[in-house]
């Protein structure tokens, strides 16, 4: 029970949780319109998104053409959302 609630401990950060709900909405984003649409700071946010991406839950689309590319969920963070979703449902 204890690890369990520590894996927990790791998408409590910064408001994690809401950047994978979000971008699981808009599919993929820019840093600032994620950061304007879950009012976190700027540091907050990058803290976050490294974490995300340690994790395998975001990554950044990449984009020849641009030299900002958006942020959308991997795989694993698509299945994350549905069960965050389903979470979302009972509250």
């Known amino acids: 029970m204890a690890k369990e609630l520590e894996e927990l401990k790791k998408l409590e950060y ?3 949780l809401r950047i994978i709900q979000l971008l699981a909405q ?3 984003l820019l840093t600032s319109k994620i950061q304007t649409s879950i009012e976190i700071s700027g540091d907050a946010y990058y ?5 995300l991406i ?4 975001i990554e950044q ?3 020849k053409y641009s ?3 958006p942020f959308k969920l991997t795989e694993k963070g698509e299945r994350l959302a549905v ?3 389903k ?3 009972l509250l």
């Open 87 to 89: 979470i979302l449902e």
């Open 47 to 51: 803290k976050a998104r490294i974490k």
């Open 54 to 57: 340690d994790y395998d839950l």
């Open 61 to 63: 689309k990449e984009d």
């Open 14 to 16: 910064l408001g994690m």
């Open 67 to 69: 030299a900002i590319a």
């Open 26 to 28: 808009e599919k993929e």
């Open 83 to 85: 069960y965050i979703s």
